[in-house]
Nanobody, 128 residues
């Protein structure tokens, strides 16, 4: 069982930056690839990016590639989402999620249904 708690959301002006954190409970954090997703009002949950268990591999959605960086600190049981050059269309609730996998160096899936545990989400609002 893994519990995930996101933090760091808030209101930011367009062009600004924000870093979200996701703290995981339990001693098996490094057993999970971690993903970030977002959901805007009236829209489906959307993949943002993910990082492998080892932290050595990341994969980003085209819509955010070049503007975000995902990293993790397995010693601190925390994964981060750094977002730059934010746009109003980035406004959404951001979720982190954990995917149990035997693979340590690859991002296996970007599909929400494949992720086993989810945080409660944190709101990011980008004003124009």
């Amino acid at each position: 069982q893994v519990q995930l708690v996101e933090s760091g959301g808030g209101l930011v002006q367009a062009g600004g930056s924000l870093t979200l954190s996701c703290a995981a409970s339990g001693r098996t954090f490094s057993s999970y690839a971690m993903g970030w997703f977002r959901q805007a009002p009236g829209k489906e949950r959307e993949f943002v990016g993910a990082i492998s268990r080892s932290g050595g591999t990341t994969y980003y959605a085209v819509s955010v590639k070049g503007r975000i960086t995902i990293s993790r600190d397995n010693a601190k049981n925390t994964v981060y989402l750094q977002m730059n050059s934010l746009k109003p269309e980035d406004t959404a609730v951001y979720y982190c999620a954990a995917h149990s996998t035997i693979y340590t160096t690859v991002v296996v899936t970007t599909t929400p249904n494949d992720y086993d545990y989810w945080g409660q989400g944190t709101q990011v609002t980008v004003s124009s």
